[in-house]
């Protein structure tokens, strides 16, 4: 099949949307799909292929948002001149990721050559938006996301949409288009090995030193905050305790005299983006213990990364984490409070036999959020797209992962 993916975000714009856009066009490739995907120019000349040479990348001219400097807006001019050479090509499916230009985009190219369009929701906008434009009040906000993504959702023939969680919330906006149920998984292949021991030698952190760690772009919607707080209750019992924080984003100055205020400079560091394919897993074995507490994941990608490389799990369950969690063994499930989270992590600090057995069950937690496991399914769903709507009726909000078959 010939697949063309939009995007308006894509590396080296470093967060969840962009892996899985990767994982998504990696894979297809991999099962000799012939992938294009259209995203934004960072400036730094990434046009051309993926580092892998594996599927077709096509940049495009783009402006700095201003209340939102990391992300990029494709032009308007750049659209148009795209749009008639995208729509010469060949496609069989056209799979647009995020809602804003790149979508404009994808719903004018079905228009104009009759090719079927699926579109991912990948981002619980509602919880977002307010972080972004603070000055704006939140009800208004919150009914502005609600009839976007009502108006972006109806415009496409097909939602993927990575939890049953973010269904329901689709179902409350009144939105209708058949949905499926799709997370993107990871590759495991990606994610063995690693070197805790290599990374803490480098990094100056004594081998027996009680250590947390979460990986997460640094934003306000991912929930930071609370972690430090609980770090801040755990360093009484454990006061060489150390939280490592990897990835970078909009609130790092903040969390970072948070951690200060609480008294945390030497119980925190701040490590940034991490080379996914060495020194992060490194970073992830280096835990005794994965931390994330982000109420607004439409999929948790980094529990189930944090599973396959086996470091033991304290969440929360909340919207596409509480999908991943459900049914593991190798996660402690806390609730949406300090004291109960730190709790839970002492636990496990306080007992090495406890943190080896969750350790054990976390690949074969794993397992089922292959991408090997769960991108046949996305050829199926391209493939039924691509037949005449009244051969293959869709049914609304079709779940096509559980975990006993996954």
Request: with cysteine; glycine share 8%; net charge neutral.
């Amino acid at each position: 099949m010939d697949i063309l993916m939009l995007s308006d975000v894509y590396f080296p714009r470093v967060n969840g949307v962009s892996t899985s856009i990767r994982t998504f066009a990696q894979s297809l490739s991999r099962l000799g799909h012939r992938v294009t995907l259209v995203a934004p120019d960072y400036g730094e000349g990434q046009g051309g292929f993926d580092s892998q040479g594996e599927f077709e990348v096509i940049r495009l001219p783009a402006k700095v948002i201003f209340f939102d400097p990391e992300d990029r807006l494709l032009t308007a001019r750049a659209l148009r001149e795209i749009e008639p050479r995208l729509a010469a090509r060949h496609w069989d499916v056209i799979h647009i990721h995020t809602p804003f230009r790149a979508h404009r985009l994808g719903v004018r190219l079905a228009k104009r050559t009759g090719v079927p369009t699926v579109e991912t929701y990948h981002t619980y906008f509602e919880e977002y938006i307010a972080h972004y434009l603070p000055w704006a009040p939140a009800s208004w906000l919150r009914f502005l996301a609600r009839r976007l993504s009502r108006f972006l959702c109806h415009g496409v023939d097909h939602l993927i949409v990575p939890s049953q969680q973010m269904v329901e919330v689709l179902d409350g906006y009144g939105v209708r288009t058949p949905s499926t149920v799709l997370p993107t998984g990871i590759d495991l292949d990606e994610f063995r090995g690693g070197d805790g021991a290599r990374f803490r030698a480098k990094h100056g952190i004594a081998a027996d030193r009680p250590t947390l760690v979460t990986v997460s772009r640094l934003a306000v919607e991912k929930n930071i905050a609370f972690l430090l707080r609980v770090a801040q209750r755990l360093v009484g019992e454990f006061p060489d305790l150390l939280f490592m924080i990897a990835g970078e984003g909009p609130d790092a100055p903040r969390l970072k005299q948070l951690a200060s205020t609480l008294g945390l400079d030497r119980n925190v560091r701040f490590f940034g983006n991490l080379d996914r394919r060495t020194e992060l897993l490194d970073a992830y074995r280096a835990g005794d213990v994965f931390v994330f507490a982000s109420p607004t994941e439409t999929q948790g990608l980094v529990l189930t990364e944090a599973m396959a490389l086996g470091v033991p799990v304290v969440s929360t369950a909340v919207m596409g984490t509480a999908m991943v969690l459900r049914g593991t063994r190798s996660a402690a499930i806390s609730g949406e409070d300090e004291a109960e989270f730190a709790a839970q992590v002492a636990g496990l600090l306080r007992d090495p036999a406890r943190r080896a057995e969750l350790s054990g069950f976390g690949p074969q937690d794993a397992q089922a959020w292959s991408t090997q496991a769960l991108m046949q399914r996305t050829v199926d769903l391209y493939a039924r797209l691509a037949k005449p709507a009244a051969a293959v009726p869709f049914p609304v909000n079709d779940v096509a992962v559980h975990r006993d078959e996954a």
